[in-house]
């Protein structure tokens, strides 16, 4: 035990770059510090990125942050590059302890941010990064891509208290647009409060991308004002028979803006037309036979339909979706799909087509699981995967032919990207119905050559969603999610070149003081080398 303490102590010394220097100048002396033997230097904070950019230069002197550092933003480069400026100085201050001031005009000394829409290689979320004796300077194309930029530099800089930002150049840039992570608050209801901190935790890792699981069997958590009892009675339920809960729509509106501020776009769930029984508990008039059941808090699945033949079906999804569209500046609303064993195959398919349609009336595009693509996918309609290895190949080959003919693909194999499974057997929480997902395993594939038949220009990206039948806590909730969830991150970002294990297991190793710095109770995975 006293070896384990010493050697995080020690870990936590070599992140606060305490130690730091003599790897840094070990580096220097050649790449016998990365070559054999068992003691490899830590990483330099250019090695130790995550997600690993697209192409990192460390070069020369670079710069120290100290008390005199301020960030600066280009004179009248608007409102927003002067917000991403100050939650930037608020993200470093609590590390570096340092007061860190948001000043207008770009020259000078510090940490300057600058828009140049004609900035090479970067796209609309990258950037460029220089570090200089005399200051880094962050470029982009967006603000987004500022953003961006602003989440390296605090992995360029120590865990904790000032520190320099090593000379070098960063070009970087993602491989997919869709990089997300998903939450259900239907199975056991978190505050959104609670969900905020995990959109910290996501923009971080440049995820930009939070699908809220809102609806299912066992609660509805979000006010709708022309259905109120859905709310207020439907989400009165959890799995295990807790009190449950829902969000109002002002608080709904604060999570949007809050990610939004994040550059994290929110994609909201109403699952139909299974997973429904607390909007059938919830409404009489919404079952075919007119008898409301009772509210659900166990963990099955696929027992529950909407009344495909009654038009009062199509007047709530319309009315739904209607507010949940004005509630959402994002693209996409999610509409489930999946599931829907007590829907006969005829029927899904029908509803799904008025679904569908009630949505792009709303002015939003579909997502939805991939069973969709087993009835009509409306084109631009994106298939969210969610099978696994032993997934049938007919049904794989389905997906892979939806999208050739134009519906793009989010990837979240359940035997990969599922962060509600164990990790081992002895995990505590977690269910193994698609097997048990190891932090090795989580990131050994690769999303652009996954599905037999789907090019990696159908993907529009990946998406790791947790499910919370078994997961009530906080704690339980950031075991689950991390490390597994930088895996995400990395293969969401990063380019397939960069795909790694053994290199990127030891970056990731590198982040556990930040996580611990972040009070995250990230899971210890003995298949990574914590420092
Ligand atoms: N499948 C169900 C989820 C949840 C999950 C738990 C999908 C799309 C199993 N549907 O995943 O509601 O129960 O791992």
């Excluded at 039948?469 to 339980?476: N, S």
Aim: proline share 7%; net charge negative; hydrophobic share 40%.
């Amino acid at each position: 035990m006293r070896v384990l303490r010493l050697r995080r102590a020690l870990g936590t010394l070599l992140a606060l770059g305490v130690l730091g220097a003599s790897a840094s100048c070990t580096a220097a002396r050649g790449d016998d510090a990365r070559g054999g033997g068992e003691h490899r230097a830590a990483l330099t904070p250019f090695e130790r990125l995550l997600p690993a950019p697209a192409s990192a230069r460390a070069a020369g002197p670079g710069y120290a942050v100290g008390p005199g550092t301020v960030i600066r933003t280009s004179r009248g480069s608007g409102e927003e590059v002067r917000r991403v400026g100050e939650l930037l100085a608020e993200q470093l201050r609590r590390p570096t302890g340092l007061p860190l001031p948001v000043v207008d005009g770009a020259l000078g000394d510090g940490i300057r941010l600058r828009i140049d829409e004609d900035a090479q290689g970067v796209g609309e979320e990258g950037y460029r990064l220089e570090s200089r004796p005399d200051g880094v300077t962050l470029t982009a194309r967006t603000p987004a891509g500022l953003f961006h930029a602003g989440q390296t530099l605090r992995q360029l800089l120590p865990v904790a208290g000032p520190g320099t930002v090593p000379g070098g150049e960063i070009t970087d840039a993602p491989r997919f647009a869709y990089r997300g992570a998903m939450v259900d608050v239907a199975r056991h209801f978190f505050t959104v409060e609670q969900v905020k901190r995990y959109v910290d935790q996501l923009a971080q890792y440049k995820v930009n991308t939070l699908h809220v699981h809102l609806t299912d069997d066992q609660g509805w958590r979000l006010a709708i004002d022309s259905w109120p009892r859905l709310a207020e009675y439907g989400g009165g339920s959890e799995v295990g028979g807790g009190p449950g809960g829902h969000w109002t729509k002002a608080e709904y509106r604060d999570l949007v803006a809050y990610a939004g501020e994040r550059y994290v776009e929110l994609v909201p769930e109403i699952d139909m037309p299974g997973h429904v029984n607390a909007a059938l508990a919830s409404y009489a008039e919404l079952t075919c036979d007119g008898k409301a059941p009772a509210r659900y808090t166990g963990v099955k699945v696929g027992f529950s339909s909407l009344c495909v033949g009654k038009e009062r079906t199509y007047e709530f999804i319309d009315q739904v979706l209607g507010e949940l569209a004005e509630l959402t500046p994002g693209r996409y609303i999610h509409i489930g799909g999946d599931e829907a064993h007590s829907t006969p195959a005829a029927d899904y398919a029908s509803f799904m087509d008025r679904a569908q349609e009630v949505v792009a009336r709303h002015g939003k595009t579909v997502v939805a699981w991939h069973q969709l693509s087993a009835a009509r996918p409306a084109p631009g309609a994106v298939l969210q995967y969610w099978g696994h290895d032993r997934t049938p190949a007919a049904e794989k080959t389905r997906v892979a032919t939806a999208a050739g003919a134009g519906n793009p693909v989010i990837l979240s194999p359940a035997d990969r990207l599922y962060l509600d499974m164990k990790y081992d057997q002895a995990t505590k929480p977690g269910l193994a119905w698609a097997g048990v997902v190891p932090v090795k395993r989580s990131y050994s594939w690769d999303p652009g050559a996954y599905l037999p038949g789907l090019p990696e220009s159908a993907v529009l990206g990946v998406e790791a969603p947790l499910w919370t039948e078994t997961i009530a806590t906080r704690a339980d909730w950031e075991f689950m999610a991390f490390p597994r969830l930088l895996s995400l991150a990395e293969l969401g970002w990063s380019p397939a070149g960069s795909l790694d294990w053994d290199t990127y297991s030891r970056r990731l190793a590198a982040q556990g003081p930040f996580l611990d710095a972040q009070d995250i109770t990230f899971h210890r995975a003995p298949d990574v080398p914590w420092q």
